[in-house]
């Protein structure tokens, strides 16, 4: 498969040159991050650019800081460096877990965390994973700046609330309580496959051990990455040793999850997944939580 | 529509003007006329039999156009032996006739140099794992896993990885 012709590319090492090299381009344009899913789109003539305006050289988005707990992710930083950052380990491990699973080493190298949350795909690890751990994305444009909760800026699937003209600058997350965790599980047909569903928890517990705060989130939906927010309720409350609890709470996030029937699985088989994964990650995440913060 | 680039591969520069849409392993085949890189999946990326190293990182060049990797170094099949010595994978690969058709090889073989580079054993299951991104639709795995665990194994000789890549460079 060839690409449609593309007339211009881009190499910008500043957003400022990004954000001018789309204004000059115009609408026909597209940003390319690790080019990982857009490069097969772009194969595939499901998109055709006439303009691609590389993010690769923009340094300023590549790179995670992490300052007193609180972390930020450059929108260019690939999936192996993720995946190998230990200081994300307890409240933020989720994004551990789902970026080194994605795809495979060669991807890996090359994918990057804002390129899968702008895609959006419906069988991607990012979306959930950053929705579960209560993400925002810093946005950029020539008319200014803006901020988004992840569950904000993801739709329906392929679906963002970026406008064209804007650029995803970084993931960002809060300075987490003393006691959270998160996990990430993904199931699909073979190793390391694309998520048929996919599952995010994140817990946060208070003195006592108890999970004041739970957080889930699940992926491979029709309906784009979605809370299940009746689960979550059903965790606060909870500690680590009410397993009964933490299945029952897993039941209920899946059940109140609408859930699709495609080649891959039915609707039913979803649920039954889901609640599986759930209780899996949810169980991960109240034992890393429990740990507490590094010092 | 077209835009000159130049690509270093193999230590050679490869200076030409290139349709923009053009795909680096289609600039690797057939502007450089380094045809051990192959084509298998065509699109889709999931082959891994395109995979080539773009600044020591293993990579499928199916997934990128070739003006992205401007002013960049790459490392193709051709390029893994040193000084006409075979990389250790290499050997092993032959002598555990790790290939039947070979159409995957050059991918496997280019994704585990930099996977063995890490200069520490390896399980079966972390090669296994790393293994994700190459089909192989003739040996069924045995004999390739059992040529890379030879070398980054229990048993292996990851130093002779080590000794290798410090020839090479």
């Known amino acids: ?295 | 529509m077209n835009k000159e680039i130049s690509i270093t591969i193999n230590g050679e520069i490869f200076q030409q003007s290139v349709p923009i849409r053009m795909l680096l392993v289609d600039f690797i085949r057939d502007v450089a006329g380094l045809t051990g890189t192959h084509v298998g999946c065509t699109f889709e990326g999931v082959c891994g039999a395109c995979t080539i190293h773009l600044d020591d990182e293993a990579v499928k060049s199916c997934l990128m156009l070739a003006v992205q990797a401007d002013g960049r170094s790459i490392t193709t099949i051709e390029g893994l032996a040193a000084n006409g010595k075979l990389h250790p994978l290499q050997k092993a690969f032959n002598d555990h006739h790790a290939l039947q058709c070979g159409f995957c090889s050059a991918g496997i073989l280019m994704n585990m140099a930099e996977f063995t580079r890490t200069n520490r054993k390896l399980t079966e299951d972390e090669i296994r794992n790393a293994l994700v991104g190459n089909l192989c639709r003739c040996t069924g795995y045995a004999h390739i896993v059992d040529a890379i665990k030879e070398v980054a194994g229990d048993a292996g000789s990851i130093s002779a990885v080590h000794q290798h890549n410090l020839e090479r460079a």
């Open chain 1, 1 to 295: 498969m060839y690409p449609a012709v593309i007339e211009t590319y881009d190499v910008p090492t500043s957003v400022q040159e990004a954000l001018q090299a789309f204004a000059k381009r115009g609408n026909d344009s597209c940003f390319i991050a690790g080019g990982q899913s857009l490069m097969q789109a772009i194969k595939a003539r499901v998109i055709s650019p006439k303009s691609l305006i590389d993010l690769q050289r923009v340094a300023e988005l590549n790179g995670i800081e992490c300052n007193q707990g609180a972390v930020r992710i450059g929108a260019m930083t690939r999936y192996r460096d993720i995946a190998a950052d230990e200081r994300l380990d307890g409240a933020f491990q989720a994004l551990r877990d789902a970026a080194s699973h994605v795809g495979d080493r060669q991807v890996r190298n090359r994918g990057t965390i804002g390129g899968s949350l702008c895609w959006n795909y419906i069988a991607a690890c990012m979306p959930p994973t950053c929705i579960g751990i209560g993400a925002s994305l810093d946005l950029v444009s020539k008319g200014g700046k803006r901020s988004l909760l992840a569950e904000e800026f993801l739709q329906s699937p392929l679906e963002t609330a970026r406008r064209d003209d804007e650029i995803v600058v970084a993931v960002t997350l809060p300075t987490p309580q003393k006691y959270c965790g998160s996990a990430y599980k993904k199931w699909g047909l073979v190793t390391d496959a694309l998520p048929v569903v996919c599952v995010c928890a994140f817990i946060d517990l208070g003195n006592d051990g108890r999970c004041q705060l739970a957080r889930l989130a699940v992926g491979g939906l029709a309906t784009g990455p979605r809370r299940a927010n009746v689960g979550e309720k059903a965790l606060i409350g909870v500690s680590a040793t009410d397993a009964s609890a933490i299945s029952d709470a897993a039941e209920t996030a899946a059940a109140s999850t609408e859930t699709q029937s495609d080649m891959w699985a039915d609707a039913e088989y979803r649920k039954k997944l889901i609640g599986i994964l759930a209780r899996e990650v949810i169980t991960t995440a109240f034992a890393r939580a429990a740990r507490g913060k590094h010092s």
